[in-house]
């Protein structure tokens, strides 16, 4: 299965290197939820729409050469062999009457905004979780009446609530003494639950991050580390990130009005309808200790950041900003400091980070 999408820019900083396909919501990412649905199917997906029966159904009767199209929007291509590369190449509208079209009249449910995942996270997780159960494909564990524990899991003495929803603690995770767990909660594989965390519900927590302090509400993309004291809340995190100890996050603004955010591509200000928001950011952000992070804010992939001052608005990517100076992160030392960092956790910087990194672009500051 492979997967087109035209609507990267609405989901910036995030995607600036990461696939629309690999971003988590829920209990899986995008493209695991059609994977799961449609196993070894030789289509192309939009990854933003979320599987259903009809839509499935429907995808699965498609001939080849054919869209499915809703409203000028494609849903799926089933290509022949010579139209692949015309998806490769970018599919448009003008090339529509290459493809035989199939128009799709059913309702669909479509992702439009990093603000859609965080406030349908929990009831995502509640809807997967009921999936997973009804077709009897995890079990909970004897001692909890909604609590998934993989037996290769490592769980010591802590607190786990689920009478508000389902917790699902997946293989390798590690949870230590002392934590608080309150369900719907999710932590994918080898993640590590430090002592006396304080986990609240709606969180999605990828493989191998690292977690400790007060988090809630929130997507934490793998290898991400939030591994000290501290607040994050209705925010999400892309891959390889590092929060400093005590780095907080403002997620309410003192006068409890709308969040107000910086769009990444025009700069200028929009109202996002919602009184919450956090922290976005890219692939590989590190930020330091005690750092102050105020709401709205966007942070891009490839940036360092230690200074005292508050941190707002939209930063670029590939920032270094050390103290009151800002200046290029440059690729060559972007590039050292994230193989270091992989290297610590037994990775291995390879080709694809490197197509990553050479597509992104500096800011002159």
């Not at 965080?118 to 609590?147: C, F, G, M, V």
């Not at 891959?239 to 990444?264: C, D, M």
Request: aromatic residues 10%; proline residues 4%.
């Amino acid at each position: 299965m492979n997967f087109f999408s035209h609507r990267t820019n609405i989901f910036f900083p995030l995607t600036l290197s990461m696939p629309l396909q690999d971003i988590i919501f829920g209990m899986s990412t995008l493209g695991e939820k059609w994977k799961a649905v449609l196993p070894d199917f030789k289509v192309w997906m939009e990854p933003t729409v979320l599987p259903d029966a009809e839509l499935v159904h429907t995808i699965k009767t498609m001939e080849k050469g054919s869209l499915l199209i809703r409203k000028d929007n494609i849903l799926a291509c089933h290509p022949q062999e010579d139209q692949i590369r015309i998806l490769q190449e970018g599919l448009t509208a003008e090339k529509f009457h290459l493809f035989k079209t199939i128009p799709y009249h059913g309702k669909i449910k479509q992702i439009e905004s990093l603000q859609y995942l965080i406030e349908n996270n929990k009831s995502q997780i509640l809807h997967e979780w009921n999936q997973k159960t009804a077709a009897d494909t995890i079990k909970t564990t004897p001692e909890y009446s909604r609590t998934f524990i993989h037996p290769k899991a490592r769980v010591s003495s802590c607190i786990i609530d689920d009478s508000e929803g389902p917790v699902f603690i997946d293989r390798g995770v590690t949870v230590m003494a002392g934590a608080r767990i309150k369900g719907p909660i999710v932590f994918l594989e080898g993640a590590l639950v430090k002592m006396n965390s304080e986990l609240y519900p709606g969180s999605t927590f990828g493989r191998h991050t690292t977690l400790n302090g007060e988090i809630k509400n929130v997507i934490i993309h793998d290898f991400s580390a939030k591994g000290h004291e501290g607040y994050l809340g209705d925010s999400i995190l892309g891959r390889w990130n590092n929060l400093g100890a005590g780095t907080t996050v403002s997620n309410l603004k003192h006068t409890f009005s709308p969040i107000l955010l910086e769009n990444w591509n025009s700069g200028k200000i929009e109202n996002i309808g919602s009184l919450k928001r956090g922290l976005i950011t890219g692939d590989f952000v590190r930020l330091g200790i005690l750092s102050k992070i105020n709401n709205g804010t966007t942070i891009g992939s490839f940036t360092s950041i230690a200074t005292e001052a508050l941190i707002q608005g939209r930063i670029s990517e590939l920032t270094w900003w050390a103290g009151n100076e800002r200046i290029n992160y440059i690729k060559e030392k972007a590039r050292l400091h994230a193989f270091r960092q992989m290297n610590m956790k037994g990775y291995a910087w390879d080709d694809q980070w490197e197509k990553v990194l050479s597509q992104l672009n500096s800011k002159d500051f």
